[in-house]
């Protein structure tokens, strides 16, 4: 019998009409091997929606509220006991909450959302290539996690996706620290981003790409219609599936890389296909941000790396209203903001784009490094 632990359910879902959602996602667990294989009366499941910034659901830059109800109403019904929680990247919590529809469905299923505080110290897991993890005691204090992303592209991790909402389990500013403990490398972000999924282990990811987003995600990019509801046990085996399907390769996607150089990708024919889209499925034309990580080169060129082939921020003239966000969110104090707007001091910049993704006026772009910019004109 085939093994569901590694399964991976695509469904087509075109609206976020409610009942419709519920039916699609019921459909997902059913695949999965049924609700009873992940829950049971009683149990508490913190439901870990994306909720980066204060935004609109129209603005697909938070999962929407009718995906959150339809988890949380499915699993009331079952009489298990769900609170919503995310930490948010710098917008304070109850705004975020209530400008993506998150209190308004947490009032309505009569469950608590809260903002995942208080950093607790993890045991981490065997393969850890880091140590001290810390997450939300809320992670810790419940018996699953249900992981509810948003499908978007990312500045520095090309895709946000099933294992990178889990970076949302981290406390504030910690996650700023972080960044800058992991450096310049891609793949060594990615590395700690699978040890957090590992830590976490949520029982279930249920993801929102109904409308998702592609270009300057995760906050600033647009709005697109992929038409699709995926869920899986293992949030790896999912992303690997989607980012090909995305036209992410595995070469240019972190995550992948990471996950190869550790010996946890799961082998491609271990990971089966369920619902309505087959392996061979692609999405047209979806604008990723640039690939350009540093992973062929050896570390001692880093330096140079960064100079040349790497994408840097660049202020977007005119746009920046003078609010601070980025200056505040950016791990290596490399930006300060003058009145004209951002000004980044690249030698210190860790280009891991806090500063873009926090960015609420969208006053902050990628400029190709130029090496690329060079190799591109001579059609290289
Ligand atoms: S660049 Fe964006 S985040 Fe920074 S101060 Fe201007 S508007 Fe605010
Ligand atoms: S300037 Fe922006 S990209 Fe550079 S380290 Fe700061 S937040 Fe990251």
Known sequence: ??????????????????????????????????????????????????LLAAAAPEKRVTTDPSVVWAVGAILKDLGVVCTIGDSPGIDPFASVAAASGMTAVAKELGIPCIELSRSVPFPTPECSVFHGIELSSAVME????????????????????????LFGCVVAQRKAEWHYKVGLRRETFASLLLDIAAVVRPALTILDGIVGMEGDGPRNGTPRAFGLLAGAADPLALDLVLSRMLGCPPNDFPLARAARERGIEPAA???????????????????????????????????????????RPVAVRGACRGCGKCAF????????????????????????????????????RFRKGALLTLMRLFGR
């Open 142 to 165: 419940s018996d699953a996690v249900v992981n509810l992303p948003k499908l978007k592209t990312h500045g520095q991790m090309m895709l946000t996706l099933g294992v990178k909402n």
């Open 1 to 50: 019998m085939e093994n569901v632990a590694n399964r991976v359910v695509l469904i087509r879902q075109e609206t976020y009409e409610r009942r419709e959602v519920r039916c699609r996602i019921e459909r997902i667990i059913d695949e999965l091997g049924g609700a009873n294989r992940f829950f049971r009366p009683g149990m508490r499941v913190l439901l870990k929606p994306n």
């Open 329 to 364: 969110v950016c791990p290596a104090g490399a930006v300060r903001v003058d009145a004209r707007g951002p000004v980044f001091d690249y030698r210190k910049c860790i280009r891991c784009y806090c500063c873009q993704e926090m960015c609420p006026h969208n006053a902050i």
């Open 269 to 311: 024919e271990s990971v089966a296909l369920a619902g309505d889209v087959d392996a061979s499925f692609r999405f047209a034309n979806v604008v990723l941000p640039p690939q350009d990580s540093l992973h062929l080169l050896p570390s001692f060129l880093d330096g140079f790396g960064k100079s040349f082939l790497v994408s």
